[in-house]
């Protein structure tokens, strides 16, 4: 059984930082892109990053300049690093991934979430 486990969510203040990480486990084969996504109350689900398995990354045009995304392949995890974070970044982050489990073929998975709160 392959998931994902997010953790890193807290409360913080504007300008402050935070780093999220995102660990896969179970009989993998290998991943390809891991990303990070969000939900604010009331919003639908949006992407924040994705990162290849070659390393391309991408970013919406909201987070750029302030939001990093990198992976560690041998220990099958994620992280985003936050910077000066703003109250509008508040939401639960969710962990997706396209894992490739054995055997079988890659399938897209979703971690459990983790809140993100920035106070003014």
């Known amino acids: 059984q392959v998931q994902l486990v997010e953790s890193g969510g807290d409360l913080v203040q504007a300008g402050g930082s935070l780093r999220l990480t995102c660990t896969a486990s179970?009989?993998?084969?290998?991943?390809?892109?891991m990303g990070w996504y969000r939900q604010a109350p009331g919003k639908q689900r949006e992407l924040v990053a994705l990162i290849s398995g070659d390393g391309i990354r991408n970013y919406t045009d909201s987070v750029k300049g302030r939001f990093t995304i990198f992976r560690d392949s041998r220990k099958n995890t994620v992280y985003l690093q936050m910077n000066s974070l703003k109250p509008e970044d508040t939401a639960v982050y969710y962990c997706?991934?396209?894992?490739?489990?054995?055997?079988?073929?890659?399938?897209?998975?979703w971690g459990q979430g983790t809140q993100v709160t920035v106070s003014s």
């Open positions: 179970g009989s993998i084969f290998s991943i390809n892109v």
């Open positions: 997706n991934a396209d894992i490739r489990a054995i055997p079988g073929r890659y399938t897209n998975y």
